[in-house]
Nanobody, 121 residues
Framework: QVQLVESGGGLVTPGGSLRLSCAAS????????MGWYRQAPGRLRELVAD???????NYADSVKGQFTISRDNAKNTVYLQMNSLKPEDTAVYYC???????????????WGQGTQVTVSS
């Protein structure tokens, strides 16, 4: 089985920073794109950023210049550095990864359980 476990969420004041981590574990053969989505109350889940296995990145317009996504392929881990946080960044943040497990012939998307980020004074 494959599992994604997120960490690093919490409460932060406006202007502060947080770093989210998401580690993939289990019977992993290969990981392609990894990314972060977020869902605020009453809103649809939206892409925040993603990164390919070769390091190419893609960001939502709302977080460009504010958030940075990175990954450590040796650790099967993706990170999201969030700076200058605003109350509108408050959401549950979900990690996702396209993974081919050792028991499958194709890639499928896996999701973490989500981590709450609250930006409030």
């Amino acid at each position: 089985q494959v599992q994604l476990v997120e960490s690093g969420g919490g409460l932060v004041t406006p202007g502060g920073s947080l770093r989210l981590s998401c580690a993939a574990s289990g019977s992993i053969f290969r990981i392609n794109t990894m990314g972060w989505y977020r869902q605020a109350p009453g809103r649809l889940r939206e892409l925040v950023a993603d990164i390919t296995s070769s390091g190419s990145t893609n960001y939502a317009d709302s977080v460009k210049g504010q958030f940075t996504i990175s990954r450590d392929n040796a650790k099967n881990t993706v990170y999201l550095q969030m700076n200058s946080l605003k109350p509108e960044d408050t959401a549950v943040y979900y990690c996702t990864a396209d993974i081919k497990s050792t028991s499958m012939f194709y890639f499928r998307s896996y999701w973490g359980q989500g981590t709450q980020v609250t930006v409030s004074s």
